[in-house]
């Protein structure tokens, strides 16, 4: 391998077979400098470290490694309603954790709720709809702006209460 000092270029360049690590982008090589390993891991083998049941209702979402000003924390995203689940294995899932790392890797869980996208994304009342005739619904729906698409079922809906 050498090194070529490219004078059109601002960096030097590299002839030759590189290593994988030289070919990332500045930002990607630091995330994996702070986090990369344990959270990959993690993310890797939860149903082994969390099992069955709890693998269904969570994920690991980050992983702050411990400094000066804190411990080490795992940021747990949990479906809302089984957070006490969650709490009572919590000292099971840090001792699968340290054991599967063979250090301790994790000193405190975090939790975050958030809704199940099965909720989220209810069905609306589409009433709206049925107010207008047939023949005017179809082009009311192919109007592309919503705010016209909307009037227009508002007024539909004044002719019809008279």
Not at 137 to 148: E, F, G, L, M, T
Request: aromatic share 12%; with cysteine.
């Amino acid at each position: 391998m050498q090194f070529k000092n490219n004078t059109k270029q601002r960096f030097k360049t590299i002839q030759g077979l590189r290593s994988f690590k030289d070919t990332l982008p500045k930002n990607i090589k630091k995330i994996i400098k702070k986090k990369g390993h344990i959270f990959s891991e993690t993310l890797n083998n939860w149903k082994y470290i969390v099992g069955d049941d709890l693998f269904q209702i969570c994920y690991p979402k980050s992983f702050k490694n411990s400094n000066k000003f804190g411990v080490s924390t795992l940021q747990i995203m949990v479906k809302r309603g089984h957070e006490i689940d969650l709490e009572y294995s919590k000292k099971i899932i840090m001792d699968k954790m340290n054991s599967f790392f063979g250090y301790a890797v994790v000193e405190k869980l975090k939790f975050i709720s958030f809704d199940d996208a099965q909720t989220k994304f209810k069905k609306l009342d589409t009433n709206e709809n049925h107010v207008t005739n047939i023949k005017y619904a179809d082009r009311i729906n192919s109007i592309k702006n919503d705010k016209i698409k909307k009037s227009l079922l508002e007024l539909t809906k004044l002719f019809k209460q008279r």
